[in-house]
Each structure stands twice: as C-alpha cells, then as structure tokens.
C-alpha cells in the first residue's frame, strides 16, 4: 500500500494534483489529515525554505473522493517576515477543501510563554490497542498504530468530553514533518463520540492548527500523544481542541475543530 509520504513526495516535487488510493480514505471521503497534508505541501513551494509553516486553517466544503484532486495555489501576501499562502482542492464539483497557512521566519523576541506540558499518561505498552476492523474503523486507520489511554472508547455512551492517547504512523522512519503532524492529529476520531450510544459519522466543518516546536530527532513513526476534550456541544455540532505532544513530551501542535455529528 501507497504510505503517506510516498504520496506527498510528487506534490513536494511540483505536482498538482494528489492521487488517493481507497486505503486512505474515510467512508467516501479522503482522509482530511493527507488532504491537509498536500495543501501544505502544495502551499510550501511558494515560500522560503527559511519561512516555516506556523498556523494552517482548513475549511472542508465537501467530501474528496479517491481519486485525482486539483491543488491551486495562489501566494496571497510575503512580507518582510511573513508570507500568507491559499491552496483549495478541486475535484468535478468545484473548491472540496480550502486552506489559508501562515509562514514565518525565526525572528528575535523578548516575548516568551511556555506551552502546556504533556499530562502524566501511562505508557503506550499500558494503553488499550485500538485494532483496525474493516468496514467498521476508517480505512485510513490501517496506517496508524492507536494505543488509547484517555476517555472512553466511540459509541460507548460515556459522558465524558474528553479522548487521548498515543499515536504512531506505521511503517514511517523517517524525521516527523509539519505534514506527518497533520495526519498524527487528524488521525484520531471526534472527541464527542464516546457520547454516543450507536454508530453515527461525524465531519469535521474547519480546523484550525498552531504549530510549536519537537525534537528533530522524533520520527513520525515514534509515539506521539494526544489529548482533546470538547469545548461545547449542542445542535449536532462540537468545538473541540486538542493538544499532540512529540516522543520526548514537547508540546507540537494546538488544534481547534469544529465537528459536525450527524447522529
């Protein structure tokens, strides 16, 4: 099977459009991490290599098939230290996922603030493993080595608002990229399932991610840990946030979410 930097690497090399095999899917739609992923990949061959991704936000207007999807890209603004980027994936029906990432040069400053640190959690050998059961798990999950260690499991009926645990890419030795960080967190489902007392999908409307810093040496095949807890919930909709920590325990990534459940 395609792995996920695999497909990547022809966007990172000039390509426009991504090809998704059925593997890498959620129920019909792409998986929204790789989705994320080539915007960001696409988005990064307008900008200085010195300018790194800080903040991505993604507004997904409909599903993307398999299949080939277009990637347009247009530079929207590069200032002295910043540059704005747009990227929106096509497919027959028109604009599918729309993104907006902000790049960033190091620059000195007085200011200084600590991210959160990552909570005490059992280690993942001490976690429940989250199996992939076709057509019952998201086909995409066969990728992604789950060891659930916060909350209950989807479908369980707990009132608890909050999942986490460790996460890993299979098969992927290779140093974790802001888009591997993508995916590590896309990959977990919305936290309000575990609210639910039956099946029922759930789609994200727009996600909003801060990138911080890891450890260069993590590999996006380590384990990384996550937590998310919903911040409201009525109507059908949730806004959730999330946190991913590196191997090492640094903070990698902010994530705010606004999840429709149609359930």
Known sequence: MTKFA?????????????????HWTQGRATFGGLL????????????DPERHPRSLHVTFAGPVAPGDARLETRLLR?????????CHVLQEDGVCTSMTAAFGADRPSQV??????????????????????????????????YRWTVGDLPFSGSGK??????????????????????????????????????PAPGSS?????QFLQWSPEARAGDWWFYRAEADAAAHGYA????V????????????????????
């Open 6 to 22: 695999e497909l990547l690497a022809p966007i990172a090399a000039g390509a426009e459009t991504l090809r998704t095999p059925a």
């Open 36 to 47: 994320a992923a080539a915007g960001l990949a696409a988005m990064r061959r307008l900008v």
């Open 78 to 86: 590069a200032g002295r230290s910043a540059t704005l980027v747009e």
């Open 112 to 145: 200084h603030a600590e991210p959160p640190p990552r909570p005490p959690a059992p280690e993942p050998e001490q976690g429940l493993t989250l199996p992939y059961v076709e057509g019952m798990t998201p086909t995409f999950t066969q990728h992604y080595d």
């Open 161 to 198: 608002r909050e999942i986490g645990g460790w996460c890993a890419l299979r098969d992927a030795a290779e140093p974790a990229t802001h888009e591997h960080i993508l995916g590590l967190v896309d990959a977990w489902p919305p936290t309000v399932l575990p609210m639910l007392t039956t």
């Open 205 to 209: 409307l727009d996600w909003s991610i």
């Open 239 to 242: 806004q959730t946030r999330a």
């Open 244 to 263: 991913l920590w590196d191997p090492q325990g640094r903070p990698a990534a902010l994530s705010t979410q606004t999840v429709a459940i149609f359930g």
